[in-house]
């Protein structure tokens, strides 16, 4: 059983971006389960996005800066590259794109907007390199091949298309 346990920690731990994209799901079931009936698509949205900047996000973003700002060495290994000062650099543009998420996450459209755009295009920078990592170098490690590649899309496609979605369907009367 500890074993058990001890490989479901591990899991979430290693694969912090789909951790953090499920739980801001959780959270955001809950939030709309907490909302009086009916509950309108605006305000589904309203939910589903504000958790998501917040958890995947924030909290995905800050957790990123510790692991490469004070495990380099480790993170390195994970995506299966040598460890360098670039680690640090990586740490403090999370940290940045972690506070404008924190900032952002039940704030206005546009707040979100950037919240969401700017680790967008690192992410899916990030993912252009995995695939070029995964063809050119055979580097098939977890951090490089594995969850952590294709959360490098799913995060950023999902905060675009939730973006689109309170566009088209507004912010809730009692948020706007």
């Given at each position: 059983m500890a074993d058990i346990i001890r490989t479901g920690i591990r899991f979430v731990l290693a694969n912090y971006p789909l951790t953090f994209f499920v739980v801001g799901l959780l959270f955001s079931m809950?939030?709309?389960?907490?909302?009086?009936?009916?509950?309108?698509?605006?305000?589904?949205?309203?939910?589903?996005l504000a958790w998501h900047v917040f958890w995947a996000v924030g909290v995905f973003n800050f957790y990123n800066f510790?692991?490469?700002?004070?495990?380099g060495e480790m993170a390195a290994a994970f995506i299966g590259?040598?460890?360098?000062?670039?680690?640090?650099?990586?740490?403090?543009?999370?940290?940045?794109?972690?506070?404008?998420?924190?900032?952002a996450a039940f704030r206005s459209f546009d707040l979100r907007l950037a919240a969401i755009v700017g680790p967008s295009f690192f992410m899916l920078g990030a993912?252009?390199?995995?695939?070029?990592?995964?063809v050119i170098e055979h580097n098939f490690a977890p951090g490089n091949a594995g969850v952590t590649f294709y959360m490098d899309i799913v995060i950023p496609?999902?905060?675009?298309?939730?973006?689109?979605?309170?566009r088209r369907y507004g912010k809730p009367a009692r948020f706007a």
């Open positions: 809950v939030a709309i389960a907490r909302q009086p009936k009916p509950v309108g698509a605006s305000m589904i949205v309203e939910k589903l510790v692991m490469h700002g004070l495990f590259w040598a460890d360098s000062p670039f680690q640090f650099e990586v740490a403090t543009a999370s940290l940045g794109f972690s506070v404008v998420g924190f900032f993912a252009v390199v995995h695939i070029y990592h995964m496609l999902s905060g675009l298309s939730l973006l689109w979605f309170q």
